[in-house]
């Protein structure tokens, strides 16, 4: 018989590649809604879902009595909101509808690139010779993807481009959490920056919403909805925090590149999306590019860590 641990580890990778699939089809899944429901419709009806799941959440763990959050908790909650809710969901919604499924998981496959370079840019990380050369790749990759998409009309071309912007948000949100979920927990930071978002979103979607007929909906609509927001949306980034703390952030990282193949397939059997050879040279190029960035060594620590390595030294000596 195998560990309990090891046999942990195998159900945790078999739960992440469920999972994955889960949400490589999920691009579609939004896509069809969205050709029915209007963006800012399909919106409000994620606000008014999730944040129901974010309160039932919460009263089974704590009950009544939630943990209480220091002012300056507040106030980072108030920002991940912002950068994860009410911009990134947004725009991210919005680029599905206008470009398409593929191309939609190969530009988010691109986040820790971005996330990459938003801590190198803020002195935490440096890139190695590699990850440079990885960085330029992959965004000669993206550039070659968006160039055959040029000639399919300004719609495919605007929702690459508000995926791009969406991903960075991503990332920006990425760096910024990190701090507070170390404090308190990925799904308390979720959950309550779900409830959050309530307000804001009933604002920027509330007219779409009571606008739009929700009766002619048919029953194929109403259960891509319940895919997209119950099972792909809240319930599938808990059991993703489970996969983490199953197998480790490293080993489910490389994993998520098998988000762009795998929705691709999707895309293809469920909206008849097509491939040009263009394209699929600039995927795989870009895919590469992010590899190398992702999977080689850094160049070196950084001055701050050096400094606080240095002190912490000193404070150790007699």
Known sequence: MSPPGRSRQGLALVVAVLLLIVWGTNFSVIKLVTSVLQPGAFLFARYVVTPLCALVLLLALYGTRWPRLERAEWRALAWLTLLGHVLHVTLITWGIHLSSPF??????????????????????????AAQLGGALLACAGILIFLTDKFGLGWRASVGDLVLLLATLLFSLHTVAARALIQRRGATLVMAYTTLMAFPPLMLLTGAAGLRHDWSTLSGGIWLGLAWALIVSSFTGWIVWGWVNHGLGVARTA????????????????????????????????????????????????????????????RATRP
């Open 103 to 128: 191309s939609t998981a190969l530009i988010l496959a691109c986040g820790p690139l971005m996330t990459l370079g938003i801590l190198v840019v803020g002195h935490s990380e440096r890139l190695s």
């Open 254 to 313: 490389p994993l998520m590149y098998l988000l762009p193949p795998i929705a691709g397939v999707a895309g293809w059997w469920m909206t008849g999306e097509t491939f040009s050879p263009l394209k699929l040279a600039g995927a795989a190029i870009a895919l590469v590019g992010v590899g190398l960035v992702q999977f080689t060594r850094a160049g070196g620590i950084s001055p701050t860590r050096t400094r606080g390595a240095r002190r912490r030294w």
